[in-house]
């Protein structure tokens, strides 16, 4: 009864086997948030900034569409940035060297003017306000800078939703120039003027013989301050609503999304161009570092103290 249980294998035997059983046991309970934490880490791998696709990690391009992956640092100010952006938000240069930023069409090195659009590649300078630009539209002033971008803002400008939109910016245009009433006592005094003036034009009718005179009537646009903000968020919203369905989608070029986006801003209107890639405002899709991913035209209007990004 008291033998020494090291003298008896199977004693051992089964001491061991139940330890190791024991360790079996306790090992996934202790490994277990590593294992799970690394089977994550292999589950989301790197999603592509194009299609979403999930990638393995390290992945250089996306195995679905073929977009880089990963970060990349510009080669004028050193900040990080995406694989697929081609403009440094930071110190606001174009990144690509091997693409126009014109049109989109390949460059080689060599290259002094881009194959497809003739466009050079250190720029145009602005004709009217004299920014040098790399892309087909001033980022100041909007102006057309090449053939193509001219040819594609005649083509916009015949489109209805373009039409009714430009239509709708010119009368905003207009109600700024109006003075609303800003009491009602104005709004009487106003009435008041416009009576002294009939019966003074009357008078003046009468003494030249005419009994009855056609005065005609004062052409006085002002209204009500409630009157005249109704009116102003009438415009603004249809407005709004226009270009909600003029949004860009995803292209596969930024080029493209910069100059349709670019040809559609409506004249008049103060806009700013919020991208899908950080939801943020730009003066133009011109300061977005990746345009292809899309975004729109909103209204900023007069008083507005939402923030511009260029403008930092």
């Known amino acids: 009864m008291n033998d020494d249980?090291?003298?008896?294998p199977e004693i051992t035997n089964r001491g061991v086997n139940l330890q190791m059983q024991q360790e079996l046991y306790q090992s996934p309970s202790e490994d277990a948030p590593m294992q799970q934490q690394a089977q994550m880490q292999a589950a989301v791998g790197v999603r592509c900034p194009s299609c979403g696709t999930m990638n393995d990690e390290g992945a250089m391009?996306?195995?679905?569409?073929g977009a880089p992956l990963g970060k990349t640092t510009c080669p004028n100010c050193g900040a990080e940035l995406d694989a697929d952006a081609d403009f440094c938000e930071t110190c606001r240069r174009y990144v690509k060297k091997d693409v126009c930023s014109f049109c989109g069409a390949h460059l080689n090195d060599n290259d002094a003017f881009c194959p497809e659009c003739g466009s050079p590649r250190g720029g145009i300078v602005c004709p009217v306000c004299h920014t040098l630009n790399e892309f087909s539209f001033c980022k100041q002033c909007g102006t057309a800078l090449t053939e193509d971008?001219?040819?594609l803002v005649a083509q916009v400008s015949t489109m209805p939703e373009y039409l009714e939109m430009q239509k709708l910016a010119s009368e905003l245009q207009q109600l700024d120039l109006i003075l609303p009433y800003s009491s009602e006592r104005e709004q009487v005094q106003e009435q008041l003027n416009t009576r002294l003036r009939e019966r003074v034009l009357t008078l003046l009718a009468n003494d030249r013989g005419i009994a009855t005179p056609d005065i005609p009537k004062s052409n006085s646009k002002r209204m009500s301050k409630e009157e005249y903000e109704a009116k102003k968020n009438d415009r603004m919203q249809e407005i709004a609503?226009?270009?909600e369905r003029m949004a860009q989608a995803p292209q596969p070029k930024p080029a493209m999304v910069r100059n349709y986006a670019m040809a559609c801003r409506p004249q008049g209107v103060r806009l700013a161009w919020?991208?899908?890639?950080?939801h943020a405002l730009h003066s133009s899709p011109c300061g977005c570092a990746k345009p292809q991913m899309g975004g729109k035209w909103i209204i900023l209007g007069k008083d507005t103290k939402k923030e511009i990004k260029d403008d930092k």
Do not use: G, V, W, Y
Not at 5 to 8: A, F, G
Not at 61 to 65: E, G, N, Y
Not at 274 to 278: L, R
């Open 61 to 65: 391009f996306c195995a679905s569409c």
């Open 5 to 8: 249980i090291t003298k008896n």
């Open 241 to 243: 609503s226009i270009l």
């Open 149 to 151: 971008a001219r040819q």
């Open 274 to 278: 919020e991208c899908n890639f950080k």
